[in-house]
């Protein structure tokens, strides 16, 4: 008996049904990067708003952070579940397996920088920045407004597949780095009370690391893109 594989009328079938097969396995992993994605852009958008709050002294900012962790670890906690998932039934190879498994390394990044906004809005609770210095209030902005930056053109990098952008991002970590340095040197020069100056040092920490999860994007793009693990400065 003919095998249906070796038999010329049976091909148009079977190759329909492969291509069916590989467009629904296509929609489901678009389906996780989105979701991701999705993540990624909410805490990217909310980090402006939540950083003026912040600044106004307003405690709005506190519930909108709180919300948006919540809604981020919904998303982390599918895209972990659907992204094992993928892997288990479809075995993935080359540029979709580089992908999956950077959407999953990038799960704890995002849940991270989700966890660090809340931390920044929270400390509204501890602090008035209203009171600081106007120079140190101008530090926290800039650092707050370059780190916000980062971050989005992290996301950014991964949502167009721009494997070259891990470069330029270094170099804007770097200067991150630097005013997180510059304001820890600032706050040590304050009569400031112990409180206050630990507070200022945790946002400044949380400031920073929230723009070294932008980075992670970046630099798993790159890996998903070119195979390429980059090595960073």
């Known amino acids: 008996m003919r095998d249906d594989a070796e038999d010329p009328e049976r091909l148009p079938s079977l190759q329909s049904e492969a291509t069916t097969g590989r467009a629904e396995y296509q929609a489901w992993l678009d389906e996780v990067d989105d979701e991701l994605v999705g993540g990624a852009l909410t805490v990217a958008e909310s980090m402006p708003r939540i950083c003026r709050a912040f600044f106004a002294g307003d405690p709005i900012a506190v519930d909108e952070a709180r919300a948006v962790m919540s809604d981020v670890r919904d998303r ?17 190879v080359s540029g979709d397996l580089r992908r999956l498994m950077s ?15 809340h931390h920044v809005a929270a400390a509204v609770e501890r602090l008035d920045p209203r009171d600081l210095p106007g120079d140190l209030q101008q530090q926290l902005k800039e650092l707050a407004a ?5 971050f989005r053109r992290g996301v950014d990098a991964w949502r167009t597949r721009d ?3 891990i470069h330029e991002l270094d170099d804007l970590d770097g200067d991150v780095d630097q005013l997180c340095n510059g304001l820890v040197l600032r706050v040590r020069s ?17 400031l920073e690391r929230l723009a070294d999860h932008g980075v992670a994007f970046a630099r798993h793009t790159t890996f998903a893109v070119t195979g390429t693990r980059v090595a960073l400065s």
Do not use: H, I, K, W
């Open 190 to 206: 304050l009569d400031a009370t112990s409180n206050d100056a630990m507070v200022l040092g945790l946002l400044g920490r949380y």
């Open 76 to 92: 982390c906690r599918y895209v972990d579940e659907q992204a094992f998932l993928l892997l288990a039934r479809e075995a993935p």
């Open 163 to 165: 494997g070259l952008a």
């Open 146 to 150: 370059r780190s916000t930056e980062v």
């Open 103 to 117: 959407l999953v390394r990038l799960v704890s990044d995002l849940d991270r920088a989700a966890a660090l906004l």
